[in-house]
């Protein structure tokens, strides 16, 4: 009865390469998020999806583009992979104020 | 832009006794202030949270306090124990039409000694 759902839980792949993130949650909530977590431990927003449309977009590359195929799912694709893009990458959700967190999945880029 | 500060960076105490960690922040719109336990390897984790037209709220053994005026937050734990040590995060919260643009600070990591 998970309730905010991550695949994978580690990827490690190379510079240049192409990768998904894949986020699910059955807590019915409407807006779901995607945020990064640096080595420093520091969390910050990348993008928020409300019912399949994107509401809120930080300063992302374009690298990164997330989808969000129904209220439920929120996918996060990445192109062209960079060392930097090495951090654990948390998925949320929320229905009002709280918003609840996935696993998180640790992305390693070599 | 958006700024939440938070101090201390790490904290440690004697176990039985009380931690504190405060924050500042910047946007006078944020009106919701929640705060986040990371364990190791973990995600982070809702404990408390409270709301601007709110001063102070009570759960257990955490509290937390919220002055509008002076844009400050605290959190406090009491009688701590082994179990709470972990990396705790402030944040403060804008409501946006449809969603909430969450600001964390940067993270204290609280040792409780035995």
């Known amino acids: 009865d998970t309730a905010v759902s991550q695949t994978p839980k580690y990827l490690v792949t190379q510079m240049g390469n192409d990768k998904s993130i894949k986020c699910e949650q059955n807590?019915?909530?409407?807006?779901m998020y995607w945020y990064k977590q640096d080595s420093k431990k520091f969390l910050k927003i990348m993008f928020s999806?409300?019912?399949?449309?994107?509401?809120i977009n930080e300063t992302v590359p374009n690298r990164f583009s997330p989808k969000s195929p129904d209220k439920a799912h929120l996918n996060l694709h990445i192109n062209s992979l960079e060392l930097g893009d090495s951090a654990v990458y948390f998925c949320?959700?929320?229905?009002?104020?709280?918003?609840?967190f996935g696993p998180g999945t640790r992305l390693t880029v070599t | 832009g958006e700024n939440v500060e938070q101090h201390p960076s790490t904290l440690s105490v004697q176990e039985g006794d009380s931690a504190v960690i405060k924050c500042t922040y910047s946007?006078?719109?944020?009106?919701?202030f929640p705060w986040y336990k990371q364990e190791l390897g973990k995600r982070p984790q809702l404990i408390i949270d409270?709301?601007?037209?709110?001063g102070e709220k009570k759960d257990q053994r955490i509290a937390v306090t919220l002055n509008k005026t002076a844009k400050h937050f605290s959190l406090h734990i009491t009688e701590t124990q082994p179990e709470d040590s972990a990396v705790y995060f402030c944040?403060?919260?804008?409501?946006?039409?449809?969603?909430?643009?969450?600001?964390f600070g940067s993270g204290t990591r609280l040792s409780i000694r035995p």
């Open positions: 949320a959700s929320s229905r009002y104020y709280e918003q609840y």
């Open positions: 807590l019915g909530h409407d807006t």
């Open positions: 999806y409300n019912n399949k449309e994107l509401i």
């Open positions: 946007d006078s719109a944020s009106n919701y």
């Open positions: 409270i709301r601007s037209n709110v």
């Open positions: 944040a403060a919260s804008i409501r946006y039409s449809s969603a909430s643009k969450i600001i």
